[in-house]
């Protein structure tokens, strides 16, 4: 019968015979070349290590089609792809986190075009044409954390563009053309909670939501340098506060925000108290009752169409949207209303208003406000304190003795002192007026059994240890004597006299 690979290939003669061993062997080498379609191969324009491809640089102008399904990261950078359509991938990619798309030609991203990468954790659309963001353009990437659009020309964010991006954490937009801060992203329905960086820089912003940003930069780091902001007194009154914070996206970049050092604004200038001395006050309020904070330092507004925003524990107040339903509110001359003080209205107080030209960014207007009996609040704390300080002692001084214990036990039994023998057959080596745990003298005596238990006995130094010439008067008479004060242990008995003490080891 002829082998199986040439029949393969329907070869059934070849050069005469089917069984030539030549024959048969190049024959098995070109079918080895040319695996099962079944067997997911590299595309011949990337390179591929284990789970990472790279396409990069290759002059695409769409995606390989034979792309394997076990890839965790694809680099198609450097190329020239202008669209990115809904079936741009063949096949759900569930294992693929990262995709970079940067330095391409893209201008158009259809919707749902990335429902085929539904576990994508990073995406870089930098560097592309992209000019308008349409709604569900992002749809099914609710495990994106980071984002990368710099570099592009948007000048518009549909609602919705960004709305399913849940776990998004970081909006990198820097560098495109936007005339409007995207208030939505915050605000949207299902839109991103978490989002702990937002890079607006160089763009075409002249206005931003002070106050959402008041409350937006006490959890993420938003960066505006480079924009061509309007100075105005409420814009002043954000950087100053910024800097007082030491916010780190204003603090790096404090060069290229124009308004930080502008000295020509004098209209937003508060009349500030001379010689003011902005120590953090503590307010104290029953619940229930009214509460009014003046803001620290500050006498009148030099302009009263100034606002001034108040930092609340749980949301920013300003002065120029007074609600008379609300329990919090900001007169025009800058002073707090507490209507109604509940217990959670307790807390930190910050007063953000242009303070210019006697600004310090040392200092700030802060106060404390207390609601309820402080008295009893820290009496308990102390208590609590204190019964916590007693349990610790407590549990420190029992480890103490147990561990004494133990080193004790270890000490006796473990450590014993080893008596030495010497030519004569007496033992030395102890010292004198030492504890010794020693072996039964019967048993040292015959030298053949181990002992059963351990004694304990005084020894006398002996002669030969002191460097004295002159004999020293035992003590203890070594004749017979009672073993009631001796610890007994093994075969001896209360009474039986010691014969010979220096066999004691």
């Known amino acids: 019968m002829c082998p199986t690979v040439l029949q393969h290939f329907s070869l059934t003669n070849f050069g005469g015979s089917c069984c030539r061993p030549l024959a048969a062997a190049t024959l098995l080498l070109l079918s080895l070349s040319y695996p099962p379609p079944s067997v997911a191969t590299c595309p011949s324009s990337c390179i591929c290590a284990s789970d990472i491809i790279s396409c990069s640089g290759r002059n695409l102008s769409a995606v390989p089609s034979d792309l394997p399904g076990y890839i965790t990261r694809l680099d198609l950078s450097h190329n020239a ?118 890079d607006l820089s160089y763009n075409r912003l002249l206005k931003v939501p002070v106050q959402n940003l008041l409350s937006l930069t006490q959890r993420s780091d938003i960066y505006l340098q480079g924009n061509p902001l309007t100075c105005e007194c409420a814009l002043l009154a954000l950087l100053e506060y910024w800097m007082w914070k030491q916010y780190l996206p204003l603090v790096d970049f404090r060069g290229d925000y124009s308004c930080v050092d502008d000295s020509e604004l004098t209209d937003c200038s508060q009349e500030v108290q001379p010689g003011m001395t902005l ?73 953000v208003t242009a303070r210019r030209p006697l600004y310090d960014p040392k200092k700030f207007g802060v106060v404390s406000v207390v609601v309820g009996n402080s008295s009893a609040t820290s009496a308990s704390g102390s208590a609590h304190r204190g019964s916590t300080e007693h349990f610790n002692t407590a549990f420190t001084t029992l480890a103490s003795c147990v561990v004494s214990i133990v080193l004790v036990l270890l000490y006796l039994y473990l450590t014993p002192c080893r008596c030495r023998e010497t030519r004569g057959g007496t033992s030395r080596g102890c010292g004198g007026r030492a504890i010794v745990l020693c072996s039964d003298p019967r048993e040292v005596e015959e030298g053949q059994r181990r002992a059963n238990g351990k004694r304990v006995a005084f020894l006398e130094p002996r002669e030969d240890d002191s460097d004295v010439a002159f004999p020293k008067t035992p003590m203890v008479n070594p004749g017979p004597i009672a073993t009631e004060g001796i610890l007994k242990n093994g075969s001896r008995t209360v009474g039986q006299p010691l014969t010979d003490l220096a066999h004691t080891a």
């Open 81 to 198: 792809i202008t669209v990115l359509p809904v079936g741009w991938m063949s096949g759900t990619f569930h294992k693929l986190a990262t995709l970079i798309l940067s330095r391409n030609a893209l201008s158009v991203v259809e919707v749902n075009a990335f429902a085929v990468t539904p576990n994508l954790l990073h995406l870089d659309l930098s560097s592309n044409r992209l000019t308008v963001l349409d709604s569900d353009v992002f749809a099914g990437l609710k495990e994106l954390k980071e984002l990368l659009l710099f570099g592009n020309q948007i000048v518009q964010i549909n609602p919705g563009a960004l709305g399913s991006l849940r776990s998004l954490q970081r909006l990198y937009l820097s560098g495109n053309r936007l005339a409007a801060f995207p208030s939505g992203l915050y605000l949207e329905p299902g839109g991103p909670r978490n989002l702990t960086l937002l």
């Open 279 to 351: 120590e953090a006050q503590t307010y104290q309020v029953e619940p229930g009752h009214w509460l009014r904070v003046a803001c620290p330092g500050l006498t009148s507004l030099a302009n009263t169409s100034a606002a001034v925003f108040w930092v609340t524990p749980r949301t920013v107040i300003n002065s120029t949207a007074f609600d008379p339903d609300a329990r919090l509110n900001v007169f025009r001359n800058g002073t707090l209303a507490i209507r109604s003080a509940l217990l959670e209205d307790s807390g930190m107080y910050a007063c």
